[in-house]
C-alpha cells in the first residue's frame, strides 16, 4: 500500500504569513497532488505534478504555490495566508496514467488562518 | 469538462440494511469512475473503480458499484452494512491519460445500531 505523509498535520498561522505544507511519498509514483477540502464540500484541485521540477496548475491555484523537488517531495506554499484558506489539505500520489487514476492519500494538514 | 454529483448529502440507516448512495457524472467520452471512502479525521481510501467491461464492480467490504450509461450514474451498494461503515464516500471521475480525479461534494453515510 502507498504510503503518503503529510506534515504539519495541523497549524495555525496569522493572515499574511507564509505557509508551507510538506508530502513525502515512499512509492516511486510519478503523480503527486494538493486537494483542499472545505468543511461539508468534496475535494478541489489546487497543484499536481508528474514530474520532479515541475507543476501544474488545478482549478483553484489562485493564492497557492506548488513545489516537486524530488519525486518523492511535493510541498504546498501559501505566500500570504488568508482567512479563506482554513480548510484541509490533502496530498496524494497515483503511479502514473496507466494506473486508472488509483490515488494515495495522505492523512491531511489541518490550516487554520487567524 | 468533467462533473460528478452526489446528490445525498447525508443518508442514515440500521445497522444490517442495505444501503445504495448515488453518483452521477456528466462527461462526453471514455472515463475512470471510483469511489472512495474517508472515515473522520483521516484521508480518503480507494473502494473501488470501473472504466470497461462488467458494469458491476466489487470493491472492498463487501461494496460494489455499478455503471449506467444510460444514467451516467455509478451507484454504490453495500447488501448489508456495518457499524464501521460510517464514513464520507465520495464519488470521483477522470479520463483516460488524464490522471486528475475530480471528486463530488460527498455522502455522508451514518448507521445506526
Redesign the interface.
Known sequence: EAA?TQSPRSKVAVTGGKVTLSCHQTNNHD?M?W?RQDT??????IH?S?VADSTEK?DIPDGYKASRPSQENFSLILELASLSQTAVY?C?S?R??N??????????SRLIVV | TQTVSQSDAHVTVFEGDSVELRCNYSYGGSIYLSWYIQHHGRGLQFLLKYYSGNPVVQGVNGFEAEFSKSDSSFHLRKASVHWSDSAVYFCAVSAPNYNVLYFGSGTKLTVEP
Open positions: 503518503v503523480y497532488y486537494y461539508g464540500h468534496g475535494l478541489r484541485l499536481y508528474y488545478g490533502f496524494a497515483s502514473d496514467r494506473s486508472g487514476n488509483t490515488l494515495y492519500f495522505g492523512e491531511g
